[in-house]
């Protein structure tokens, strides 16, 4: 099975307008993998992108970190919390390598993966019932709120998300 998509996403950030080209998505009975390019001559070193939602290699969260990453950006990510687990492991194992390669050879680097719950905006949103499952054990400080605030600590602010 072989798709094809063209769709083009475009944000700005002050003066700087960043557009990926979304150019070629295959797969197959085992494996998926998408693929980005950006524009040619953006530099996007020194900033900071957060990704949210991405759990594994396949998907737009992935392709968007990736297109990012080649273009210089410290990427970040959000990774719901019941597959943050595998999603870490994953990492860990090299599961990923192949997918994590960029144009110049290098491997993207995900410097940091937070536990995102988007669903709540505060703590106090988070019910007693997910606080209690145990996809969510030992697991704090997911909500947006309080993401936000571990990135602010972290990187001081987000250029991209």
Not at 3 to 12: E, K, L, P
Not at 64 to 81: F, N, Q, R, S
Request: charged fraction near 25%; glycine fraction near 10%.
């Amino acid at each position: 099975v072989c798709a094809r998509a063209d769709n083009v996403i475009s944000t700005r950030s002050g003066s700087e307008s960043l557009s990926i080209a979304r150019h070629q998505l295959r797969a197959s009975d085992k494996t998926s993998s998408t693929a980005m390019k950006m524009s040619s001559g953006i530099d996007l070193k020194g900033k900071v992108a957060f990704i949210a939602g991405v759990g594994d290699s396949t998907g737009y969260g992935w392709a968007i970190a990736k297109a990012l990453a080649d273009a210089g950006c410290t990427i970040i990510v959000g990774t719901w919390p019941p597959v943050l687990k595998i999603f870490q492991l994953g990492l860990k194992k090299g599961q990923f390598d192949e997918d994590s390669i960029l144009s110049d050879g290098s491997k993207m680097q995900i410097e940091k993966v937070y536990p995102l719950d988007a669903v709540f905006d505060t703590p106090e949103d988070v019910p007693d019932e997910i606080k209690n499952n145990k996809r969510y054990a030992g697991l704090d400080g997911y909500s947006i709120s309080e993401v936000a605030e571990a990135v602010k600590a972290d990187y001081g602010k987000i250029d991209f998300l």
